[in-house]
DNA sequence: GTCTATATATGGATAGAC
DNA sequence: GTCTATCCATATATAGAC
C-alpha cells in the first residue's frame, strides 16, 4: 500500500471494498472482522472507528451493491417498446454490468432468503420486474405469445440471471477455467438475443 | 411430538431433520446449535451425545442431501435416446423431486463456492453431465440444432435449476405465496416440456 | 486516527448428577 | 440418554493512551 494522506472518504472506500470481498465470499455470519481489517491493510479496532459495527458495515457495503445491481436495469425503457426489444435491452445491459461482477447474483439470491424485507425494497423501489411481467401480459394479449406470463417471466431470467449466479458450478460442470467461462458469458449475449429471437418465432 | 421409546437411529433421524432445515436456511457459520436442539425438541447439550461436534452434524446431513441430490438425477437413461427424450425423462424427474425440495438447490449452488471439491465429486461419481453435453453435441453433428453445445446445456440447466434455487426471489417478483410457487412450479413441467420441443422446431 | 488493553457477548463443548 | 452447571474459545465492541 502506498502511503498517503488519505481522506476519511478514501479509507472508508478501501475499507468497503475489503469488506464486499470479504463477505461475498462467506456471508455475513461467516465473515470474521480481522479478515476484513487484514483486507484493507488496517487494524481491526480501528474499523470501528469507521463504522460502528460489523452491521453497518455491511450494511454500507450492501447498499453499494445494492446500487451496482440496479445500474445493471436499464430503467429507461420506453413504455411501448416492444416485448422482443425490452427483453434484448435489458439482457444487454444486464450482461455488460454482469461480467465484470458475476459474484453478486449468488449474494442477492441468498439475500433474497436471508433478508426478503429488504430484497422486497429493491424490487419496489424500482418496478421493472412489474414492467416486463406486464409486458409478457401485453404481448399475450396481442397474440405474439401463447401460455402464461410468469413462465414466460420465469424463464427469461433464469436463462439472464442464472449462468452468474451459478459461475462455480457452470465451471466445474464445462471442466473450464475461469478465463473460459468469462469467454462463454461474452458469447452467451448473442445467443441470448438469438433465443429471444426463436421463442417467440416458435411460438406464433 | 409423541413420546416413545425411540432407538438411537430415530432420534439421529430427528436431530438431522432438524439440522438440515437450519442448515439449508443459515449455512453452516450461521446456524446456531440452539436453534437445531430447539427444532429437534432436545436440549442444546443432548445434541453432542449424538454427534460429537457442529461440523460432524453437518458432514453427517451434508452426505445425505448429496444422496438426495443423485436421486433427482435418472442415471439410467438410454444409450441412444433422442436428444429431446433424454431432456423430457430429465426434466421430469428432476421436478418430480425438486418440487419436494426446493431449499436443497440453492443450498447446492453455495456449496459449489465454499466446497468445490465435493461438488466436483458429486458430478464425476455421476456422468450425466458429460451424458448431456455430448447428446448436445452429436445432435448438432446430426443437423438437429445449430449452435454452441455449452451455450445449449447452460440453457437448459438455467431453466430447470433455477426456478428452484431462486425459490424466494421468485416469490418476491411474483409477489406470491409459497403455496402459489408450488403451483407454478407444478405447471412448469408440462411448460418446459413444451419448451424443449419448440427449442427444437426453432432450430431447424 | 491508530494502537493496546480490556470488557462483554455469544455460542460451542465438557463434566457429572440423575 | 438427558439435564444443569460450568468452562472455554472466539469475536465483537469499547476505553483510553498516544
Not at 414492467?131 to 405469445?145: T, Y
Amino acid at each position: 500500500m502506498i502511503l498517503t494522506t488519505q481522506t476519511r472518504k478514501e479509507t472508508e472506500a478501501i475499507i468497503k471494498q475489503a469488506a464486499r470481498k470479504v463477505f461475498l465470499q462467506k456471508g455475513l455470519a461467516g465473515a470474521r472482522l480481522q479478515e476484513i481489517a487484514d483486507e484493507a491493510g488496517i487494524g481491526r479496532t480501528s474499523l470501528h472507528y469507521y463504522y460502528k459495527n460489523k452491521e453497518m458495515l455491511f450494511n454500507a457495503v450492501f447498499s453499494e451493491n445494492f446500487q451496482e445491481i440496479k445500474k445493471r436495469i436499464p430503467y429507461q425503457l420506453e413504455e411501448n417498446l416492444a416485448l422482443k426489444e425490452i427483453l434484448i435491452q435489458f439482457t444487454k445491459e444486464y450482461f455488460r454490468n454482469a461480467i465484470k461482477n458475476p459474484d453478486l447474483d449468488l449474494f442477492l439470491l441468498n439475500e433474497f432468503c436471508s433478508h426478503p424485507e429488504l430484497m422486497l425494497n429493491l424490487i419496489k423501489g424500482h418496478e421493472i420486474t412489474q414492467f416486463i411481467l406486464q409486458a409478457f401480459e401485453k404481448s399475450i394479449q396481442k397474440g405474439e405469445l401463447k401460455g402464461n406470463a410468469q413462465q414466460h417471466f420465469i424463464t427469461f431470467i433464469s436463462v439472464t440471471f442464472f449462468p452468474f449466479a451459478a459461475k462455480n458450478m457452470i465451471q466445474q460442470m464445462l471442466q473450464c477455467s475461469e478465463n473460459d467461462y468469462i469467454q462463454y458469458m461474452h458469447s452467451r449475449e448473442d445467443y441470448i438475443v438469438g433465443f429471444i429471437h426463436q421463442y417467440f418465432n416458435s411460438q406464433l
